[in-house]
């Protein structure tokens, strides 16, 4: 088996900031989630109509084909061929029915991009030194690179002009899966651990006006504040691998497997993500132009997690063998998991925990408020309501959309709609291309 990465998918997540309700008001959560959270949100007006939609470009599959090895086949050079990069489990034509050792099982491709819509998916990222990135392009070579060597959340900006997103007035509220990052500065003893979520609340205290919020101008502004020294140590420190830790709430009901299992209770404290100096500039971090946010190169696991039972959220994927032989393989290593369910007549069963949704990615999902197979709060228990946090900036921290008034649905120059409704969350997309 070896690994192998696309740059080949489009996905719509919808977000919601709940300003009103919910576990926790000062994080942006996946719809697919709030929808769990916040069953009083029941307005159409509210709620997308999906909560994750995804496009594929086929040429990732047309670039692997073996033209000459399609035509043994009997492929005619009509039609979709054989030997292409993505194996389909119930596709028998040409009697095509076993992976080849280069296809990668689609099944596999699609769950891993699905996990990332139901929001794991951190909002920090080199905004201003990814090439890919149109904040980049605006900037470079109008200030020195070292400027642009800082990691931040998502930034609320706005286009007076369809030349790019020219005025930042402030930074973002972060994603829930950012509330249990800390990151560690390995090559500095003496620098204490930072916690995302209080270092994200600290950037939320950073704001622009007037001429100020001209990108030059907000970079020159922001490089005089302690949230830049955080902003500058954060990429010290990420760009060494094994510098990001997603730690683990305690989970919210006393009879979760990782409290009773003896393995998941020993094993599952913290999960590393991946980072290092190739991560911050990365084909993984591809910015879309209709929002300028990144992907998920820091939304992964590290690569220690390749052959574990965790494979599914590494930045690549195996290829060579079904999802099914994969994860049977990886689970080979570990102890049987079990797990109880209650039956509508209330009577108890044990079952094997098997998936290849490993119980790492699981622990992570539970961490962020799903109720899970090894965590199943039926979403009765929730934890303690978060206090909302208050910017010093109020309202002059924020996108040019909310100037309009809340019956408005205004555009960005790449047509990309938001719509502000209240007293009701914010509802914003978010375009991304990822591994």
Known sequence: MHKAGFNDFVLWFKFILPFEDGPDLNHVYPQALSKQLIRSFNASSVWSASDVTIELNHDAYMRSVNTEKALSMGWNGTGVPPTGRFWFVNDTSYNNTSIEKDQVDFRYVFLHELLHGLGFLSS?????????????????????????????????????????PTFITGFQSTMIFDKYLVSYNNNDIHQPPTNMSQLGFSMQNFCTEGDDQFILNFLTAFHNTSQAVAAVHLWNAMSQPNSLLFNFSTPLVANSSYLTDRYLADTYHNMTLLTGASVLNTPLEQFDQTSNRPSAAISHVDDIYNSTVDFLMTQGFIAGSSLED????????????????TTSNNSIVTNTYASPIGPGILRILDSMGYSTALTNTSYLATGTRTVKFRSKCGDINDNSPSKFKPSETPSSSNDASYTIVKPWPLIFVVLLWLI
Not at 127 to 151: G, Q, T
């Open 124 to 164: 920090w990222a080199a905004y201003f030194w990814s090439s890919s990135s149109p904040f980049r392009r605006l900037v470079e070579n109008a200030v020195d690179d070292d400027l642009l060597k800082v990691i931040t959340p998502g930034m609320h900006w706005r286009v007076e002009e369809k030349v790019g």
């Open 326 to 341: 994969i994860t049977q393989e990886m689970y080979q290593n570990i102890p049987v998991i079990y797990y109880n369910t």
